[in-house]
């Protein structure tokens, strides 16, 4: 059986992956601090058996000694600088977004940067493993799929062309009524605007539209099992357990020992 993660490979071989790492990290090294260079490392080797990485924040920043607010911004600066390729990957249960899956990317000799939101679209795959070993990549062909065209607001004023339409949609072909899908956009709005005036999560406007409509598929697909009378109360629940379980689940983790275990470690 082929390993989803294979189907992200830009890489026929893990030489032709550490090559392009190397060139990229030539060509950026002054805009890179060494908290940069230790997260590229940690995608990089746990790229190595199927050309892609599937890791948890917790992961990286226990593999690089790093906080939560690092590893971030260096994850934001190597998107930004075309080094890696961020997806946002959904499970297809209530738990919402789990861990994020990181491609490095072919190095442009020519340095053209291309103006690409793919790095901020769900995707529907099986949990990944912990990955080891330096056995040979399999190519694939650069994944594009139209199904993954987002369009972001064009100002804040104003409803999301694409989410809202896309709620409508999701709306009529299931229980047939688009009314409450102005109402189930304002609770987005509310909850993600709380989260969106901090820098930290600026750049996760599209997250947040992808777990506003995961929230209202979960919420339709409630309504064929059971009655439910306040349909935007059970959205708004859904969608705050899937913020949570995105945002903030690696940061409860961090008080799982004692403190007093912590001081004596």
């Known amino acids: 059986m082929t390993h989803y993660l294979k189907e992200y490979a830009r890489f026929a071989t893990i030489v032709e992956m550490d090559a392009a790492t190397e060139q990229h990290l030539s060509r950026h090294w002054d805009n890179l601090t060494k908290s940069d260079r230790q997260v590229l490392d940690v995608i990089r080797r746990y790229s190595v058996k199927y ?3 599937h890791l948890k924040h917790g992961t990286i920043e226990e593999a690089t ?15 930004k600088l075309q080094i890696i390729e961020k997806v946002h990957y959904i499970r297809p249960v209530m738990s919402g977004l789990g861990a994020n899956i990181y491609i490095i990317l072919p190095f442009d000799d020519q340095g053209k940067m291309n103006d690409r939101d793919d ?3 769900p995707h529907d795959n099986k949990e990944n493993e912990r990955n080891s070993g330096t056995e040979a990549l399999l190519s694939k062909s ?3 799929s139209k199904d993954l065209n987002y369009t972001s607001p064009a100002e804040s004023s104003k409803l999301s062309t694409s989410l809202f339409s896309r709620m409508k949609d999701l709306l009529a072909t299931t229980i047939g009524d688009t009314k409450l899908a102005r109402e189930f956009y304002g609770i987005h709005r509310a909850i993600s605007g709380r989260m969106l005036k901090y820098e930290i999560y600026q750049d996760d406007k599209h997250v947040f539209e992808d777990l506003a409509y995961r929230a209202l598929m979960i919420t339709v697909m409630a309504t064929k099992k059971k009655v439910i009378r306040n349909l935007p109360g059970y959205f708004k629940g859904v969608l705050d357990k899937l913020v949570e379980e995105t945002y903030f689940k690696d940061m409860f983790m961090l008080f799982d020992v004692p403190v007093e275990a912590k001081l004596m470690s």
């Open 51 to 53: 050309g892609a990485a």
């Open 142 to 144: 650069l994944l594009k």
């Open 119 to 121: 790095d901020d679209k």
């Open 65 to 79: 000694g790093k906080s939560n607010v690092t590893v971030r911004r260096a994850i934001r600066k190597l998107v």
